[in-house]
């Protein structure tokens, strides 16, 4: 038990530094803490216990911080509109969706989900946003588009940073892939067999993009290293374009058991879609759903 309790203690300590580190607003904090040198000259001549003191009420300063620590009862002050199911009592397919859903389970945060039908979407919705879903509001603010959401939540919750610098910045890598949802939509709803080819091949110049990203860059990630928005905000379409190009357009992307096309990219998909956040039961919709979407945006259910 006493280990447990110890184990805690670091992790919480740990998981506290880590704020201070990240969040612009504790500069005073930061230079107090700063041990370049040896102690900062208003640490000199402190014992270890004034120390110890001292720097447990900057931590607790710290942790007065919106979002430091997103636990307790009650509900969530972070609610997330989006496309429902069929009835209305899950969340539906919207890979925009699922990208902030992804945003928010990576950053630890609580939050509630709206599944909401297009018969039932709230006034407001409809005044400020017309419509659009996701949206996300937060304690009375209300942001729609998911890349601004995102940002958002990137800015105010700033710990688990998913913006750090890699050999392409999360904004790099989303101008390079900005034509690959747009080209898939435009293939899916496609009805005339005779212009799939050359939308098939435009499909494939952007994977093609996608999979020269990942072979430039020195880790497992669109980015470098570390995990970024880009990412999870690419991870629900590669979902999508997996499921739907091979039951709509007979097109596979990832060649299980075979010689794989794109080594890059099916490595890097196969590691995504096995990963805990994007099998989060919260965040997670099905094969069919998706395929039953994208059959209600072809007028075929």
Partial sequence: MKYIIALLILMISQLTLSFLITNTRQTTTLKSLSMAGGRSKEEVGLSKQQLFRSIRDKLNKAAEQPGFFDVGEGLPDIELYCKSNKDGTQIGDCPFAQFIQLVLIKKGLRYTVKPTLASSKPDWLIEKHGGKLPVLVHK??????????????????????????GAYSYQEVLEKTSN????????????????????????????????????????????GIEQTLADLYLIPQLFHALVTLDHFKDVEILNIGGEPTRPALENYLNRFLNSEEFNDKKAYYNVDQVIYGWKLARSEA
Avoid: C, H, M, W
């Avoid at 959401?149 to 700033?158: G, L, S």
């Avoid at 709803?189 to 994977?207: G, P, R």
């Fill in 180 to 223: 690959f949802f747009p080209s898939l939509k435009t293939l899916l709803l496609n009805k005339d067999e005779s212009k799939d080819a050359e939308l098939i091949s435009k499909v494939d110049e952007q994977l093609n993009i996608i999979d020269e990203i990942l072979r430039s860059t020195p880790g497992q990630y669109l980015g």
């Fill in 140 to 165: 009375g603010t209300s942001i729609g588009d998911s890349l601004a959401i995102a940002e958002y939540i990137e800015k105010n919750f700033p710990y688990n940073s998913l913006t750090r610098l």
